[in-house]
């Protein structure tokens, strides 16, 4: 049974940092194509970072310089480690996985097969 947990969300003042996790059963993430992608109030989801299948990263823009994606292959999860926060940051986050190829650097919503639950960020001004 695949499932995935996100933990790690909390409210924060800006600068502030948090370190997002995604534990993963049913599948090994390594072999995966992982994204973390997040859902402000009346906006639509986005990526915000991706890991694939050879550990390349990418990010969208307004994250770059300040979040990372990375993996642990013995503990199959997904981290998003997330410094100098910002309000525009806060949002819901979700790692979400699709079978093998990434097809695109961040690829959309429609392309990802598994979901987690997703967890609040909060950054306050």
């Known amino acids: 049974q695949v499932q995935l947990m996100e933990s790690g969300g909390g409210s924060v003042q800006a600068g502030g940092s948090l370190r997002l996790s995604c534990a993963v059963s049913?599948?090994?993430?390594?072999?995966?194509?992982m994204v973390w992608f997040r859902q402000a109030p009346g906006k639509e989801r986005e990526a915000v970072a991706t890991?694939?299948?050879?550990?390349?990263?990418y990010y969208t823009d307004s994250v770059k310089g300040r979040f990372t994606i990375s993996q642990d292959n013995a503990k199959n999860t997904l981290y998003l480690q997330m410094n100098s926060l910002k309000p525009d940051d806060t949002a819901i986050y979700h790692c979400a996985a699709k079978t093998r190829y990434c097809q695109f650097r961040l690829p959309p919503p429609s392309l990802m097969t598994d979901w987690g639950q997703g967890t609040q960020v909060t950054v306050s001004s």
């Open positions: 049913g599948f090994t993430v390594s072999r995966y194509c």
């Open positions: 890991i694939d299948t050879v550990g390349s990263t």
